[in-house]
């Protein structure tokens, strides 16, 4: 035998209210509430004996019986209604009994109607429109019966009712109703004061998805599971667990936490509510507080209305700290992250180093502007000051209401029912999910991460390299391009820190560059440009004298060849001598994969690299060297303190922070402790100052051998950038290689008649150094790709 089938017509749109995001077809209709069966039968009945009571009121003499049977005749209409709202209720009665009687109606009377209308309108749309129409249909019955009451118009009726309503009261009442006026002025006041900030997105609203997050895969499976628990919390309750209410993703801005908060509403079908990050910032004290405890209403309401609400705290460090820097929180102790006082950009700095070496050179830094704090001091920072999100107790009341929402709530359950003895109510579950983003998480007050009201923390970091070629695929699936799998692979390469909103914003810069030069089809070249254009910056408007510019060159050239022959833990990205803001060139690299460990190998030849310009620039102008080495100098000082008093990278392997902590050592790393009347932190410097010297004289001289031993390659780098400025990564590497780049053509480099040319240039120019004077050559004109020829050599043979 077999079972029937069922020819229920199958959900279209988003679920109605108090149903799971995606029912199943019941066989009868859902049971109702005693309160939601007889509500308008009481409406309708209520509304007919206050008609009776007008009636009586404005014949004294007139007793209910009479008034009664007077208004069953000219007020019928209200009994009508209670009538067919009654029919209404058996018929519903009757369909949650029968599945036959309730399957005809739903689908051979109203069948047709009903999938018509869901086509056109989702349930979330036909609810609240339904509930405008409820609320306008009820002011239309309070009109009609108060007109009827007052023997006017519905319309005038609604304006006179007040009045008359205050006339009528005792003298006593009149007073307190004046004192409550103006109680509720100031109410009203604070009211509308603690209104906005905070902006509730039906399911409807939001067409985010999971498939519509990319690059964050390892963090999307770990938030599904909080989906899962928030659709079926039974299943982990009824085991004696608890759901997981609590959810903060922190990491560094643009990489998807908003957006990822958003995929979590549009799957789960709940309503989404965001608190913007400057909604507790205000005029007054205490309007931050009423703003917390209104939002909480809100979401319970909502909560247990539609089952489940999302709610979304945006830049959480606005509202979630109370100044306190020294605090221990997501990942380590806080205060580490600060931003760096270098800049990275520059040429003469840190854009040589990769980026956890310019991290620990920031610290550095930072730690010798600020005095040693003694051991076992604590530190403390008062809140409350230009440090605390919001206003005073603004954070309290949101810790509160995290831990408050088992209270029993409603005054007559709290104080109604103690006042009879009778143990209050406890409150329903409320099927709140919090989450917060914030690219600031040791900002965040402990009392706030702790388990029970952030119960899951997620760092949101940089897409890996798999993450970021899928989010390159994804943008440039929204334009047209000729961009193959082998280019998305190495644009992902050389964007090593991409997030999905600056690799929104470079496939949008290639776009508007190509829209620019006439095309539609994104190119290549054009993707190269925008990388340029989007990390340095638009070039300041001014020229270099011919000198100057040669010798910038130079400089930037003797970084390249050294990064080239020595790095192979980073690639060269780009090569600039445009100016910029704080810099006359620079050399990017980039880690061609992603690595999580460092070599002392490595840390070697990002001090080679470093060292490259103060070699080169005394090799190439006979000894002479530029002020422009000195950020050079201070990353390749740094890293060398590091590698010789922390890493153990050094001729000895003592840490020197512990021994000066400690008090013993002595110069050299030898045994026994300093000599007398010398204090341990002034030997142990000096013997930390000679190591390091010792060491930056050995890697320099093997600077300049590399320098010496690349002579032409170094003149062939320099004069590709005073041709063209800026070179990519590629194009160096065709320079140095002999072969053709994207806007240089390297195989000119090897030939001899060439070389010899640019020795010529480069010893006039250096005559023109020493004597101050214009050089007496023009730039030699080659290494351009055909297509470039005829326009570069047009102006390698201006007139001067």
């Not at 007398?676 to 093997?702: C, H």
Request: aromatic content about 8%; charged content about 25%; some cysteine.
């Amino acid at each position: 035998m077999t079972a029937p089938v069922d020819t229920t017509p199958p959900h279209e749109g988003l679920t109605p209210p108090d149903e799971p995001p995606h029912p199943k077809n019941q066989a009868t209709r859902k049971p109702m509430s005693l309160w939601a069966r007889t509500r308008l039968i009481l409406l309708f009945v209520l509304a007919w004996f206050v008609v009776v009571w007008g009636s009586m009121a404005d014949n004294p003499i007139l007793p209910f019986s009479d008034a009664a049977v007077i208004q069953l005749r000219d007020s019928q209409w209200l009994l009508w209604l209670a009538g067919l709202e009654l029919l209404r209720q058996i018929h519903f009665l009757v369909s949650e009994r029968s599945p036959r009687y309730h399957r005809f109606w739903t689908q051979k009377v109203f069948g047709g109607t009903d999938r018509a209308l869901r086509r056109k309108f989702s349930d979330w749309t036909r609810f609240r429109l339904a509930r405008v129409i409820k609320v306008v249909l009820f002011l239309v019955l309070v009109a009609v019966v108060a007109g009827q009451v007052l023997d006017t118009s519905p319309v005038l009726a609604i304006f006179q009712a007040p009045a008359l309503l205050y006339q009528a009261l005792p003298l006593i009442a009149q007073l307190a109703f004046a004192f409550f006026f103006i109680a509720f002025q100031f109410i009203g006041l604070f009211w509308l004061l603690s209104r906005g900030g905070m902006e509730t997105y039906y399911p409807d609203d939001i067409t985010t998805r999971f498939k519509d997050v990319w690059g964050q895969d390892h963090v999307v499976e770990r938030v599904k599971e909080n989906i899962v628990f928030l659709e079926n919390p039974e299943e982990i309750e009824a085991k004696g667990g608890y759901v997981p209410s609590g959810l903060l993703l922190w990491g560094p801005p643009g990489t998807g936490k908003t957006l990822m908060a958003e995929a979590v509403a549009g799957e789960t079908g709940k309503p989404y509510v965001f608190v913007d990050p400057g909604a507790f910032t205000n005029m007054f004290m205490g309007i931050g507080i009423l703003k917390v405890k209104s939002l909480f209403r809100k979401l319970r309401r909502l909560a247990l209305r539609y089952g489940g609400v999302i709610v979304f705290f945006d830049e959480a460090d606005a509202l979630g700290n109370r100044g306190a820097l020294a605090q221990t929180g997501p990942g380590g102790a806080r205060g580490t992250g600060a931003a760096a006082p270098f800049q990275s950009a520059g040429c003469h700095g840190f854009s040589y180093l990769s980026d956890d070496t310019r991290s620990l050179l920031t610290r550095s830094a930072m730690q010798t502007t600020q005095e040693p704090i003694a051991a076992g001091r604590s530190r403390f920072v008062m809140g409350g000051g230009g440090m605390g999100g919001g206003d005073m107790g603004t954070l309290q009341a949101l810790l509160a209401e995290l831990s408050g929402l088992k209270k029993p709530r409603g005054i007559v359950n709290r104080l109604g029912r103690r006042a009879l003895g009778m143990r209050p109510k406890p409150p329903p579950k409320y099927r709140i999910l919090v989450m917060m983003a914030t690219n600031m998480p040791e900002a965040l007050d402990e009392a706030l991460l702790r388990p029970g009201r952030i119960d899951r923390i997620y760092r949101v970091g940089y897409p890996s390299k798999a993450g970021r070629i899928r989010t390159y695929e994804g943008y440039f699936d929204k334009v047209t391009h000729e961009l193959e799998a082998e280019q998305l692979d190495k644009l992902a390469t050389i964007t090593p820190y991409a997030t999905g909103a600056t690799i929104k914003d470079l496939v949008n810069e290639s776009l508007i560059i190509a829209i620019r030069d006439g095309r539609e089809v994104i190119t290549w070249k054009d993707v190269m440009r925008a990388k340029q254009l989007k990390d340095l910056g638009p070039p300041e408007d001014v020229e270099y004298i011919e000198r100057e510019r040669h010798a910038v060159a130079v400089h930037e050239a003797c970084h390249a060849v050294v990064a080239y022959r020595t790095r192979r833990h980073m690639e060269i990205d780009l090569a600039t001598i445009e100016k910029g803001s704080d810099y006359l060139g620079m050399v990017a690299s980039i880690p061609p994969e992603d690595q999580f460990t460092r070599w002392r190998s490595e840390y070697v030849a990002d001090i080679l690299v470093s060292l490259a310009s103060l070699a080169g620039e005394r090799m190439f102008f006979d000894g002479d060297s530029s002020s422009g080495v000195s950020g050079d100098l201070e990353s390749a000082t740094a890293v060398a303190s590091f590698m010789e008093g922390y890493w153990g990278m050094g001729s000895t392997v003592s840490s020197y922070s512990t021994a000066r902590r400690l008090e013993v050592g002595s110069p050299g790393g030898g045994r026994g402790g300093p000599p007398k009347g010398e204090s341990t932190e002034k030997v142990l410097r000096a013997a930390l100052a000679d190591r390091i010297e010792d060491q930056l004289s050995e890697l320099l001289e093997k600077a300049e051998a590399i320098l010496r031993d690349n002579r032409a390659g170094v003149l062939a780098i320099a004069h590709a950038l005073e041709t063209h400025k800026t070179l990519t990564g590629d194009d160096i590497e065709a320079v140095l290689e002999g072969r053709k780049g994207i806007t240089v053509d390297g195989t000119a480099y090897f030939q001899p008649g060439f070389v010899a040319r640019l020795e010529e240039y480069h010893a006039a120019a250096a005559g023109a150094h020493r004597g101050h004077s214009p050089v007496s050559l023009s730039l030699p004109a080659g290494g351009h790709l055909p297509n470039e020829a005829d326009a570069a050599a047009s102006v390698a043979h201006e007139p001067r």
